[in-house]
């Protein structure tokens, strides 16, 4: 990238931030109940009226709008995102220590998915309309019509009680205990996948290099494997990008149903609890993901395909 494309880009991210950090301040003032009232009656107080005052106070909540929220941003560009209602700890502290089960969680699913999806599309691809094709499309069809939380009940039920290979209660984020859900994670998203990658192979092996090709005499493996599969990988590669950022912005509910003390389950206690600090760090976190793994694939691109160029 040049010098202009990276301003450019940087712009672009700075006013992305800025209107998702706007709006998720707008909601949390905006919506109902009251933060102080929440955390003294969690902790066991009473919540008299003085109280009441002397901890909004405290927690800057009875100054206007405009003014909280560029308290707030002053606090994030120094690295200060406050304290958690909830949790008791600084914000900053509590994301990282949720962010890397999340993160580790997310890329095992996504490494499972790989190796299961890519090798059953292209089957499919090859063996379009034999029955090899039929049964890859009509698991899939299965797989993309059944929920995720359903499926982490199954497995939980089976593997968890039945046969009590894994801990039930959770709570712990050794390699062991992260294989179901993940796993889980893993066949939600391979059923869509495996025939997003088989049309993506069906398009190429329609292009003409690929009827010419095989005029000349080149085997299908050749064909397939040098020529096909770089230039399908245009389009899965995106989906892989966009996938991992649902996967560390979206696994809340697998987190719940294993007990995974991941992103997911802390936003949701977040959300409960109404702590504003934790759920707008978690929203702002998450829009810069999606934009770093934006980059990255847009990135990938030129080096998978020599044939794009950076638009001056």
């Known amino acids: 990238m040049s010098k202009k494309q990276i301003g450019k880009r940087l712009l672009q991210i700075l006013i992305v931030l800025i209107g998702v950090s706007f709006f998720t301040f707008g909601l949390t003032y905006l919506s109902p109940g009251d933060p102080a009232e929440i955390m003294l009656t969690e902790c066991g107080n009473l919540p008299t009226p003085e109280l009441l005052e002397q901890t909004r106070h405290e927690l800057g909540l009875d100054r206007p709008f405009l003014v909280q929220y560029g308290s707030w941003v002053k606090g994030v560009l120094t690295g200060d995102m406050g304290t958690s209602y909830a949790f008791k700890v600084p914000v900053t502290e509590k994301l990282m220590k949720c962010f890397w089960p999340t993160l580790q969680m997310s890329l095992f699913a996504l490494l499972l998915m790989i190796l299961f999806s890519i090798p059953c599309g292209i089957l499919s691809a090859v063996y379009q309309n034999k029955w090899p094709d039929y049964l890859i499309r009509g698991i899939t069809f299965f797989g993309v019509s059944i929920p995720s939380f359903w499926i982490g009940l199954i497995l939980l039920s089976i593997f968890g009680v039945q046969l009590r290979w894994v801990n039930v209660a959770g709570g712990t984020t050794d390699f062991k205990t992260m294989i179901l859900p993940s796993v889980t994670l893993a066949l939600s998203m391979s059923a869509k996948y495996t025939r997003q990658v088989?049309?993506?192979?069906?398009?190429?092996?329609r292009q003409d290099y690929v009827i010419g090709a095989r005029m000349r005499g080149i085997k299908e493996s050749v064909i397939l494997w040098r020529h096909v599969l770089p230039n399908a990988m245009l389009p899965i590669v995106t989906l892989l990008g966009l996938s991992l950022g649902s996967l560390l912005g979206g696994t809340a509910v697998v987190e719940i149903i294993y007990n995974w003390p991941g992103m997911g389950s802390m936003a949701i206690k977040a959300i409960a609890c109404r702590d504003y600090p934790m759920v707008q760090a978690y929203v702002l976190m998450i829009a810069i993901m999606y934009m770093v793994i934006n980059?990255?694939?847009?990135?990938?691109?030129t080096y998978l395909d020599p044939r794009i160029k950076e638009v001056k």
């Open 198 to 205: 088989r049309n993506a192979v069906l398009e190429e092996l």
């Open 295 to 301: 980059i990255i694939v847009d990135l990938s691109y």
